[in-house]
């Protein structure tokens, strides 16, 4: 295969202390490479498919076998990592040696991409969780967002990713949509675009492809696409000046990439794309695809659809809707099933695929790769860490932090806390999952036993003995280690000097049944003088706990964020974050029409 040279630019960047940061990229005018044109078929069909490494990698596989089984499913890309839904993968070890074993047996230089939303610790293990994309918005600072946006590439970098899916360039317009509620920079295009182009800038000034997501925008409807079709239902003027501005902003910027999602966007499409009474997404849609992204908006970058395993996007065509993807316009499949390779071949051989619409994809992927440095053999395909780069990445995290933090009330003018007053306090995690919320609730405990305070943690709280000893009874399996009764909420706020509690939800807990409604219910009924609610994730929970005097946005819940939250409760740093969002969205909801006045 036919490779050239990679021109190298290197830019010095003031940051911080000087560091000075080397960052590979080619041109999106300079002349593409041809290597592309020697791939067979089947390998350019490759080129169009990103699979999971553990597709790759199955059991006890020999080396030999890979190099046989990439041979016959040639992908152009791998992802790696954890998702966004399950949070933290392997270790970054681990898949530092699967991305050097899946590039040693690929024919094709190979592309490595994942999530890392909320920094790359957000999907490796070992490396930095950093916050929320809303924690970045609320600290109005391009300088912070471009650090963000540095700080994951050159971490990733340094195991072998070159292409994230990321930045969020969504809107959260619509309170009641959990999906992207803290995934969102903010819900304003004013306030998301400079910041999403810093970040942008950060990643791909770093060697790391961006991408922005989820085009045509999600924010405006309540439903999560892992089910259900969903759909942005604004007009054309209006979604032209929202999501639409802002991803047309990011295309005229250069991102390198954009993910369509599982959405619709029917001010823009013809009927003739309703199917079944709903329209089609744009991971199915030409109309939005290819006449809209492409023609009219003018990307020239890879276009990579959203996961292929959710109900948005497999319910309408089942087993033909990769191959009506890439029809549609669509570059890039994201874990489509082996059998796509044998469709795509059959649907290019017959015609109705034209070969003309193969080779644009393939010639976009292979542009991506050429910028990226993966042509060529010469350029190293890890950049490892130097003690700069960990410094960096840690005061990013912790400068972050400290300034996203939220006070969005305190009516009774709680804060600052004053140490002396404070001896004993009770940590209430709120969550239908554990591992997030307990090793914050834990790593809270952790930071106030250094400052001399006595803090508990209790879940299940309830209001009388009979309610405590009846519930007890109906979740035995979650007090199967304590020994009833459970203490009353009202004896554990008069046994302490504090009651925080710990959000940490992505959705609306009130109902039904789960573990975190346990908790919603019983706050505020005791102790609420002294009480502070802290969301770590959505940041529209400010509404749902109205009746908390002392409420705090902290959009993560990482240990720099629960460092700088204890710091900010004590007076030794100042909450100075804004809200990205307008949290008095849901006031439109209010049947009282004194509801704007009382917000």
Same mark, same amino acid.
């Given at each position: 295969?036919?490779?050239?040279?990679?021109?190298?630019?290197?830019?010095?960047?003031?940051?911080?202390?000087?560091?000075?940061c080397?960052? $590979?990229?080619?041109?999106?005018?300079?002349?593409?490479?041809?290597?592309?044109?020697?791939?067979?078929?089947?390998?350019?069909?490759? $080129?169009?498919?990103?699979?999971?490494?553990?597709?790759?990698?199955?059991?006890?596989?020999?080396?030999?076998?890979?190099?046989?089984?990439?041979?016959?499913?040639?992908?152009?890309?791998?992802?790696e990592?954890?998702?966004?839904?399950?949070?933290?993968?392997?270790?970054?070890?681990?898949?530092?040696?699967?991305?050097?074993?899946?590039?040693?047996?690929?024919?094709?230089?190979?592309?490595?991409?994942?999530?890392?939303?909320?920094?790359?610790?957000?999907?490796?293990?070992?490396?930095?969780?950093?916050?929320?994309?809303?924690?970045?918005?609320?600290?109005?600072?391009?300088?912070?967002?471009?650090?963000?946006?540095?700080?994951?590439?050159?971490?990733?970098?340094?195991?072998?990713?070159?292409w994230?899916?990321?930045? =969020?360039?969504?809107?959260v317009?619509?309170?009641?949509?959990?999906?992207?509620?803290?995934r969102?920079?903010?819900d304003?295009?004013?306030?998301?675009?400079?910041?999403?182009?810093s970040?942008?800038?950060?990643?791909?000034?770093?060697?790391?492809?961006?991408?922005?997501?989820?085009?045509?925008?999600?924010?405006?409807d309540?439903?999560?696409?892992?089910?259900?079709?969903?759909?942005?239902?604004?007009?054309?003027?209006?979604w032209?000046?929202?999501?639409?501005?802002?991803?047309?902003?990011?295309?005229?910027?250069?991102?390198?990439?954009?993910m369509?999602?599982?959405?619709?966007?029917?001010c823009?499409?013809?009927?003739?794309?309703? =199917?079944?009474?709903?329209?089609?997404?744009?991971?199915?849609?030409?109309?939005?695809?290819?006449k809209?992204?492409?023609?009219?908006?003018?990307?020239?970058?890879?276009v990579?659809?959203?996961?292929?395993?959710?109900g948005?996007?497999?319910?309408f065509?089942?087993?033909?809707?990769?191959?009506?993807?890439? $029809?549609?316009?669509?570059?890039?499949?994201l874990?489509?099933?082996?059998?796509?390779?044998?469709?795509?071949?059959?649907?290019?051989?017959s015609?109705?695929?034209?070969?003309?619409?193969?080779?644009?994809?393939?010639?976009? =992927?292979?542009?991506?790769k050429?910028?990226?440095?993966?042509l060529?053999?010469?350029?190293?395909?890890?950049?490892?860490?130097?003690?700069?780069?960990?410094?960096?990445?840690?005061?990013?995290? $912790?400068?972050i932090?400290?300034?996203?933090?939220?006070?969005?009330?305190?009516?009774?003018?709680?804060?600052?806390?004053?140490?002396?007053?404070?001896?004993?306090?009770?940590?209430?995690?709120?969550?239908?999952?554990?591992?997030?919320?307990?090793?914050?609730?834990?790593?809270?405990?952790?930071?106030?036993?250094?400052?001399?305070?006595?803090?508990?943690?209790?879940?299940?709280l309830?209001?009388?003995?009979?309610q405590?000893?009846?519930?007890?009874w109906?979740?035995?399996?979650?007090?199967?280690?304590?020994?009833?009764?459970?203490?009353?909420?009202?004896e554990?706020?008069?046994?302490?000097?504090l009651?925080?509690?710990?959000?940490?939800?992505?959705?609306?807990?009130?109902?039904?049944?789960?573990?975190?409604?346990?908790?919603?219910?019983?706050?505020?009924?005791?102790?609420?003088?002294?009480?502070?609610?802290?969301?770590?994730?959505?940041?529209?929970?400010?509404?749902?706990?109205?009746?908390?005097d002392?409420?705090?946005?902290?959009?993560?819940?990482?240990?720099?964020?629960?460092?700088?939250?204890?710091?900010g409760?004590?007076?030794?740093?100042?909450?100075?974050?804004?809200?990205?969002?307008?949290?008095?969205?849901f006031?439109?909801?209010?049947?009282?029409?004194?509801?704007?006045?009382?917000?």
């Amino acid at each position: 295969m036919k490779n050239k040279k990679i021109y190298f630019k290197v830019s010095a960047i003031l940051l911080l202390s000087s560091i000075l940061c080397t960052a $590979q990229d080619v041109s999106s005018t300079q002349s593409l490479d041809d290597g592309w044109k020697q791939l067979t078929l089947r390998e350019k069909i490759g $080129q169009t498919v990103i699979m999971r490494s553990d597709s790759l990698l199955k059991k006890n596989m020999t080396d030999k076998d890979l190099v046989a089984y990439l041979k016959k499913y040639p992908v152009g890309g791998v992802f790696e990592g954890g998702t966004v839904i399950f949070d933290s993968g392997p270790a970054a070890a681990q898949i530092g040696d699967r991305i050097a074993r899946l590039r040693k047996a690929s024919p094709v230089p190979l592309i490595i991409c994942g999530d890392m939303e909320s920094g790359a610790g957000a999907n490796v293990r070992g490396l930095t969780r950093i916050t929320h994309l809303s924690g970045v918005g609320a600290t109005r600072s391009k300088t912070l967002a471009y650090d963000f946006g540095r700080a994951t590439a050159i971490e990733a970098r340094s195991i072998g990713y070159n292409w994230l899916f990321t930045p =969020v360039a969504d809107l959260v317009q619509n309170p009641f949509n959990y999906l992207v509620a803290e995934r969102s920079i903010s819900d304003d295009p004013g306030v998301a675009t400079p910041l999403l182009i810093s970040m942008v800038n950060g990643y791909q000034d770093n060697g790391i492809a961006a991408t922005a997501k989820h085009f045509p925008g999600d924010g405006i409807d309540y439903r999560n696409q892992h089910e259900t079709t969903s759909c942005n239902a604004l007009t054309q003027a209006a979604w032209d000046t929202n999501h639409g501005a802002v991803f047309q902003a990011l295309i005229d910027n250069d991102v390198m990439a954009i993910m369509e999602g599982h959405i619709s966007l029917p001010c823009y499409q013809s009927d003739s794309e309703i =199917v079944n009474g709903q329209f089609l997404p744009a991971t199915l849609s030409y109309d939005l695809t290819t006449k809209l992204l492409k023609q009219k908006m003018g990307f020239k970058g890879v276009v990579v659809t959203d996961a292929l395993i959710m109900g948005g996007f497999i319910k309408f065509y089942g087993d033909d809707a990769c191959v009506r993807s890439i $029809q549609a316009g669509t570059d890039m499949l994201l874990w489509p099933p082996e059998r796509y390779f044998d469709d795509m071949e059959k649907a290019v051989q017959s015609g109705r695929i034209p070969m003309s619409r193969l080779d644009d994809a393939v010639q976009r =992927v292979w542009r991506l790769k050429q910028r990226l440095g993966l042509l060529d053999t010469n350029n190293p395909p890890t950049r490892p860490l130097t003690d700069e780069d960990t410094n960096f990445i840690a005061k990013t995290a $912790q400068d972050i932090a400290e300034t996203s933090i939220t006070l969005v009330r305190d009516r009774n003018k709680l804060l600052p806390l004053n140490p002396s007053a404070i001896h004993h306090v009770v940590i209430i995690p709120i969550s239908n999952e554990d591992e997030r919320v307990n090793g914050a609730a834990k790593h809270l405990q952790s930071v106030l036993a250094q400052r001399g305070i006595n803090a508990t943690i209790k879940r299940g709280l309830w209001l009388e003995k009979s309610q405590v000893s009846h519930r007890w009874w109906n979740n035995w399996w979650f007090h199967i280690f304590s020994k009833p009764p459970v203490k009353t909420m009202p004896e554990v706020a008069a046994e302490n000097d504090l009651i925080i509690y710990l959000v940490c939800e992505v959705g609306f807990q009130t109902w039904y049944g789960g573990r975190a409604q346990n908790d919603t219910w019983t706050y505020g009924m005791a102790g609420r003088e002294k009480t502070i609610v802290v969301s770590l994730d959505n940041p529209f929970h400010s509404d749902e706990f109205a009746s908390a005097d002392t409420y705090i946005n902290a959009y993560d819940a990482s240990d720099v964020v629960i460092n700088a939250l204890t710091r900010g409760l004590f007076g030794e740093i100042t909450f100075t974050g804004k809200s990205p969002d307008n949290l008095t969205m849901f006031r439109k909801f209010d049947l009282d029409p004194r509801a704007e006045q009382l917000k």
